[in-house]
């Protein structure tokens, strides 16, 4: 078994996914994006208080109807995400399909959000953070551990677990991320990439030896390695 995971905001997409999706809530009234973007500034530090900003960031969804959300998200895909995917991460996906890899996006942001940006990938698998369903309508709470930091190992994990595996399978796992907040699964992948890193996982990287990415526009430059 080979895998290749894909951290999402930052990494894959230029840009971060819950604050264009603030952005976009806000221009219909329905989110403050000042506030998203004071939590994502606590994320960045190290200190973001997770659950804190899931409790915000999942109240719309149990607040609007469901058609208007899916109206919301698919306008969001369109107008919001796709001008953010460049070509050499889309690329990057397809030389690990093409090597017979098993994709997988990993991100802390919730599945609602970001399962039709696996799609237009073409990632097969989506470990995201998953809002609570009751009845067919979100709650705005979280089922299970919120995929992130450590979670982030627990709920891959989990995956694994239910199709009967375990991570030793793995003969290699490549896991991309630009985020310190990441270093959990970063240290246990076998090919650990830094893409457009911060500064600590930057200094991380520089000091184990890890490769450095830059996914930039049409192409992907390696920085170090």
Not at 140 to 163: I, M, N, Q, S, Y
Not at 166 to 182: G, I, K, L, Q, T
């Amino acid at each position: 078994m080979r895998l290749a995971l894909f951290d999402l905001d930052n990494t894959l997409l230029d840009g971060d996914s819950d604050i264009e999706w603030s952005e976009l809530l806000a221009r219909h009234g329905a989110m403050d994006a000042a506030r998203t973007r004071a939590f994502h500034v606590e994320y960045h530090r190290g200190t973001l208080d997770i659950d804190a900003f899931l409790r915000f960031q999942l109240e719309p969804l149990a607040r609007e109807p469901m058609q208007r959300l899916l109206e919301w998200r698919r306008e969001f895909l369109g107008h919001y995400i796709r001008p953010r995917i460049s070509q050499a991460a889309r690329d990057l996906v397809r030389e690990h399909e093409s090597a017979g890899h098993e994709t997988v996006m990993i991100t802390a942001t919730n599945r609602f959000i970001v399962e039709p940006i696996a799609e237009e990938f073409g990632i097969r698998h989506l470990i995201a953070t998953e809002p609570e369903i009751v009845g067919g309508c979100f709650t705005g709470r979280v089922a299970g551990v919120p995929c992130f930091r450590e979670g982030k190992v627990t709920r891959f994990d989990e995956w694994l677990h239910a199709r009967g595996r375990v991570f030793a399978d793995a003969r290699e796992v490549w896991f991309y991320s630009d985020s310190h907040n990441d270093l959990p699964l970063l240290s246990q992948a076998t090919h650990p990439v830094c893409v457009g890193p911060d500064p600590k996982l930057a200094a991380h990287a520089v000091k184990h030896g890890w490769p450095i990415l830059e996914l930039n526009g049409d192409r992907a430059l390696l920085e170090s390695g």
